[in-house]
């Protein structure tokens, strides 16, 4: 079994940047796909963004493109999520996601039913 431990966040307001973590002991974590999904209140859960195993292909959604960086240290086995120019709309729970697996290294998935392990997530909220 895989834990994955979200943390970093919390209250801000607009405009500012936030970084949030997503840590795991598995030393699975290297050979893992990883992805940062969001879940707003009364809304289904979203992608964010996701990256590879070997953490060398990235992708976003639109929504965030631009203004969130998604980024591994495999040696930390800790991902994380740098966020600028917070919006009220960013106001989410952050999960983050585990794919295990072997094959292409450069591989990255943005559908929730791809990834095998989940956190409990992070709460930012951005005030206006």
């Known amino acids: 079994q895989v834990q994955l431990v979200e943390s970093g966040g919390r209250l801000v307001q607009a405009g500012v940047s936030l970084s949030v973590s997503c840590a795991t002991s598995a030393s699975s974590f290297s050979s893992s796909a990883m992805g940062w999904f969001r879940q707003a209140p009364g809304k289904e859960r979203e992608f964010v963004a996701a990256i590879s195993r070997s953490g060398g292909s990235t992708y976003y959604a639109e929504s965030v493109k631009g203004r969130f960086t998604i980024s591994r240290d495999n040696a930390k086995n800790t991902m994380y999520l740098r966020m600028n120019n917070l919006k009220p709309e960013d106001t989410a729970t952050y999960y983050c996601?585990?794919?295990?697996?072997?094959?292409?290294?450069?591989?990255?998935?943005?559908?929730?039913?791809?990834?095998?392990?989940w956190g409990r997530g992070t709460q930012v909220t951005v005030s206006s």
């Open positions: 996601a585990a794919r295990p697996g072997v094959g292409n290294s450069g591989a990255y998935y943005v559908r929730e039913y791809e990834y095998a392990y």
